[in-house]
């Protein structure tokens, strides 16, 4: 049973770049989650996609956008990148269904580095 | 808006001793609290969740977690720690009330086991 699998595992952009990081979620998983995690810190909540739509936002700006497919597995895009966005970003899927209750499976995530 | 604060950034115990890492949390409603393990360039794997019931939760590797209501506090535990179990601790809690899917995530807490 395949986990939640990211691709890039690591990249290098420069100032101004833009990315897309991907996202399979786990077999059988219909949510994905996208959080960044700086250095020393705990992951941040960017956003939520289920049935290919965004459900929830946290506090990030507007240059990061996603996109959920059919088949559940998700992209994270960001444009015009900052030095401050260089972090590792996590996704984690989940089941809908198991509401508030249900646990997040993690990715090992995509390291960015903005030089 | 929900919040957790792990007051300590790092933990030290000795092989065989017990460990405590603890976590206090904030929800306007009911919360439903996890705890995660990070290792080195890794994500987040799972390892307990409280949602009702006992307040004493047991997860996986040996790992449980007190549940108190009236300290707002849900502190990981376990009885005799293992140097395999040196890795970076997360807490993470959801509202019931605001009914937000998205984790908050507390700032980490380095679990240092000594041989």
């Known amino acids: 049973d395949a986990g939640v699998t990211q691709s890039p595992t690591h990249l290098i952009k420069t100032r101004g770049q833009q990315v897309t990081l991907r996202c399979s979620p786990k077999?059988?998983?219909?949510?994905v989650s996208w959080y960044q995690q700086a250095l020393g810190q705990g992951p941040q909540f960017i956003f939520q996609?289920?049935?290919?739509?965004?459900?929830q936002r946290g506090n990030f700006p507007d240059r990061f956008s996603g996109h959920q497919f059919p088949n559940y597995s998700s992209e994270l895009n960001v444009n015009a990148l900052l030095l401050g966005d260089s972090a590792l970003y996590l996704c984690a899927s989940s089941i809908a269904g198991t509401g508030l209750h249900g646990e997040l499976f993690f990715g090992e995530g995509s390291r960015l580095t903005v030089l | 808006a929900q919040s957790v604060a792990q007051p300590e950034d790092q933990v030290n115990v000795a092989e065989g001793n017990p460990l405590t890492v603890k976590c206090t949390y904030s929800?306007?409603?009911?919360?439903?609290l996890f705890w995660y393990v990070q290792y080195p360039n890794r994500g987040l794997q799972f390892l307990l969740k409280?949602?009702?019931?006992?307040?004493l939760v047991k997860g996986s590797y040996g790992f449980e977690a007190e549940f108190n209501k009236s300290q707002t506090s849900f502190h990981l535990k376990k009885p005799s720690a293992l140097v395999s179990d040196s890795a970076l601790y997360f807490c993470a809690v959801r509202d019931q009330y605001t009914g937000r899917r998205a984790l908050t995530f507390g700032s980490g807490t380095r679990l240092q086991v000594q041989p």
């Open positions: 929800v306007s409603g009911n919360p439903y």
């Open positions: 077999s059988g998983h219909d949510t």
């Open positions: 409280y949602i009702t019931g006992d307040n």
């Open positions: 996609y289920y049935e290919e739509e965004e459900r």
